[in-house]
């Protein structure tokens, strides 16, 4: 070689801690990043109001699932009950509006840091058991939240419901798809950023050591009981803040949307696109809200051949959101986000991935 030539470094090198916690781990993935960032703000310019339904579905439901997976994925604990969360956040900010007065776009960040007190009600008990026990005293707290909907008619309507007004910032109505697509966008990219964030400081590292060895956590002196309670309350605000967007979304509140159906499915979110990934819990999304429309789209192609299909289309589409969450937990138990890993390191590595 000659002494013009300048070696270059194979391999992962991370000399400093900055290095190790970068948002980005090459120019090209921020690049990417960005681009995609940009292109979904004329989704509402090429898609159609059914389009920018799903879009808004996932970005609603997302945010609740970075908000399960934080408590899930990064502090190893478990909950059966985020979908008590999720509506407590819809109720609480139609509540707030309706009762008090406060406008949507103020009353939605309150009914974050409302279900949040709710979930460090929910997390102090349950920071101080895991396993089995857990579980269960999770599904009780949806138990108790569900019966809370039906009961507390000051609060939540009874089993009339409760009306939720249209989201309204300087008295600029965002009530068709298209406006209230940014929306939920703006509301996002502020959150998983803040969660990325939070997953580089010492807080965030101290719950994936709670997750990963908690002896050796607590030896270290992470005081495990503040950092599960503190997971716990950290999952509720971002389901109460996807909750409330949903709500305001919709229009009407009830108590009947939020069963434990609902948790299952946002467990199942988590699991598919991946434990302890920030981009995961969106990819998981995404894939559980499309998945029950292509298989309605897939039936309806073959519905000609088999006309009783079309009779059993409910259950197809609970059968394959089961069917999905058994195959990942059997062949992908990583996730998506870690099969995108794979296909990147296989092109960035080719024709050598090995």
Known sequence: MSSGQSLRPCGDFRTSYARDTTVFATPFTRNFALTFMVALLFAPLVFNGYYLTLLIQIGCFGIAALGLNIVVGFTGQISLGHAAFFGFGAFASAWLNN?????????????GVLTLLVGLGVGIPAGRIKGLY???????????????????????????GAMADSFRLFDVPFSSERSYFFVVYAFVLVLYLLATNLMRTRDGRALVAVRDHYLSAE????????????????SAFYAGIGGALYGHFLGFVSAEQFTIVLSIQFLGMVIIGGLGSISGSLLGTAFMVLLPEVMEAGVGMISGSFPGLNQALAYIKEMAIGLAIVLFLLFEPDGLAHRWQRIKAYWKLYPFAY
């Open 99 to 111: 009762r008090f007065g406060i406008p949507v776009a103020l009353a939605i960040p309150l009914s």
């Open 134 to 160: 857990l579980a269960i005293a999770t599904l009780a707290s949806q138990f108790i939240l569900e019966d809370f909907f039906s009961r507390a008619e000051w609060f939540t309507g009874g089993s009339s």
């Open 219 to 234: 030896i270290m002196g992470i005081n495990l009981t503040r950092y599960r309670i503190l997971s716990f309350g950290l």
